[in-house]
């Protein structure tokens, strides 16, 4: 099966869509069935995770190291993504209950958008003070779910200037945040990013 998955690979790096569908059906049920297990079996999760993770197969398709697990990588990413769908919940539920209890003014759906967009737009502008190479790993890293290794990788970089960027990155916003937020976003940033 190894020999016949990197030819599979490499293949796929190649753009062969025969490829990509057989990778797909040797491997979407078994990721599914994980899916399932560790989101308490909601099928709708499951489902969009297989899609989102294939998706992400297909774009970043030229990166895949053929002489790397390909089961170990599409459960790396699933992963990822679980996590960070977890934490954007986590930030959702949180500000939205952080809404209802400073001001029940904001009890609408629009208002809390505009607040919770606010939030993400100053975030944004932050993000876009970092040095570029900073804003590159970071938005790799926290919008894309990208891990370390694939950052490295994609930017031509070692893995230790991207933790080191990545850390930079999080140790400025992070500043910048306590200086115009009480706790709450604090909570919210920690969350989220």
Not at 93 to 98: A, S
Request: charged share 25%; hydrophobic share 40%.
């Amino acid at each position: 099966m190894k020999s016949e998955e990197k030819i599979l690979i490499e293949l796929l790096r190649n753009g062969s869509i025969e490829a990509f569908d057989k990778l797909y059906n040797l491997y979407s049920a078994k990721l599914y069935n994980f899916i399932m297990k560790v989101s308490d079996f909601d099928i709708y999760v499951s489902e969009e995770i297989v899609q989102r993770v294939f998706i992400k197969i297909w774009e970043t398709r030229t990166d895949i190291d053929p002489s790397k697990s390909f089961n170990s990588f599409i459960f790396t990413i699933a992963k990822n993504m679980l996590i960070n769908d977890h934490n954007h919940k986590m930030v959702k539920y949180i500000y939205e209950n952080h809404i209802l209890e400073k001001n029940t003014n904001y009890c609408t759906a629009t208002e809390e958008g505009i607040e919770y967009s606010f939030l993400i737009q100053y975030i944004e502008t932050l993000i876009g003070k970092l040095p570029p190479a900073c804003q590159d790993v970071y938005r790799l890293s926290r919008l894309e779910s990208f891990s370390n290794k694939e950052i490295a990788k994609k930017l031509n970089k070692s893995e230790s200037t991207v933790e080191k960027q990545l850390s930079k990155a999080n140790k400025f916003i992070s500043e910048k945040i306590k200086q115009h937020y009480d706790k709450i976003f604090i909570a919210l940033f920690i969350l989220f990013f």
